[in-house]
Each structure stands twice: as structure tokens, then as C-alpha cells.
């Protein structure tokens, strides 16, 4: 069982940093184009970006999370801490569709479009994977009681369940 968690977190690793990484650089390469450039250099930043973001960014993307799955049944990590880091994740996987949508506007668009500036994409990208590693290093103990009261019981008696007599 521990090679497979060894294995599986290796992966999973690997993965994010190709992920992460990849996060990091598409904004700044997408901000490569300028107003005025030449279509032959647009279409270089567009090929590159597209096929970085195709090939290499979201199959990380998808291989992170599935190893990242598997981990979570082999270690039964089923904890607060966890699911405050899901969350993050959970960011992490929005920004991704954010950053493929403006790379599907560059190719779509035939040279009109000028990517955003990428210093907030990127420091939200930054910002969510902090987050993580913290979470993930300190395994900080977050107990039920601080979370509010309205998450803390089903609201209007929901999930309870009637008995049935027999």
C-alpha cells in the first residue's frame, strides 16, 4: 500500500507543478501581445499559448486532480483542514477556465483582441497556491465548532428523517 501512496503522490506532485506552473506563465505570454502587432506574431503567441494550454497545462490539470482523488481513499484524508483546501482547489480550477477562456478569445478573434494585463491573474494564482501549501504543511486543526452555526445544523429541520410506523 505505501508504494501506491508514494507512486500516486508522486504524481500527483509532478502534476501540480506542471499545472501551477503553467498557470503562472499563460497570462504573462498571453500579455506578450501588443495593439499593432504583426499577424505573423500574434499568430506564433496564439499557437504557443493554445497549444501549451491544450497539451501540456490542462492534462497536468486533469492528472493532478485523479491522482489527488486516489490519494484521498488510500490516506483517508477526510478532515476540516481537507475540505478547506478542496476550496482552494476548487479556485485553482476556475482560474484555469478563466485563463483557457481568454486563450480561446485570442484565437477567435483574428488579432483584435489584447489580453489583460497579467499581473491579477497571476496573483491570484500565487495567492490560491499559498493557500494550499499552507493548508497542506501545517494541517492546521480546524474544529467543527468554528465554523458559523447555519453550517453546523440542517435548517428547517430538513434532514430529518420521519418514522414510519409500522
Known amino acids: ?11 500527483h506532485i509532478a502534476a ?31 499557437k504557443f499559448t493554445h497549444y501549451s494550454y491544450t497539451h501540456l497545462v490542462t492534462p497536468a490539470a486533469v492528472l493532478a486532480v485523479a ?27 476556475v482560474l484555469h477556465a478563466l485563463i483557457g477562456n481568454v486563450v480561446v478569445q485570442m484565437g477567435e478573434e483574428k488579432g483584435d483582441v489584447i489580453a489583460p494585463r497579467p499581473y491579477l491573474p497571476v496573483a491570484l494564482v ?22 458559523p452555526e447555519w453550517l453546523q445544523s440542517p435548517r428547517n429541520e430538513s434532514l430529518l428523517v420521519e418514522e414510519v410506523p409500522t
Open 16 to 46: 501540480l507543478l506542471v499545472w501551477c506552473a503553467g498557470l503562472i506563465a499563460l497570462p504573462i505570454m498571453l500579455a506578450q501581445h501588443q495593439h499593432g502587432d504583426s499577424q505573423d506574431r500574434y499568430a506564433r503567441i496564439r
Open 67 to 93: 491522482a489527488g482523488t486516489v490519494l484521498i481513499f488510500l490516506r483517508e484524508t477526510f478532515v476540516p483542514w481537507f475540505f478547506a483546501k478542496m476550496a482552494f482547489v476548487g479556485a485553482l480550477v
Open 126 to 147: 500565487i495567492g490560491v497556491i499559498v493557500a494550499i501549501l499552507t493548508l497542506v504543511l501545517a494541517k492546521p486543526v480546524i474544529s467543527p465548532g468554528s465554523a
Open 1 to 11: 500500500m505505501s508504494l501506491a501512496i508514494a507512486l500516486f503522490k508522486f504524481l
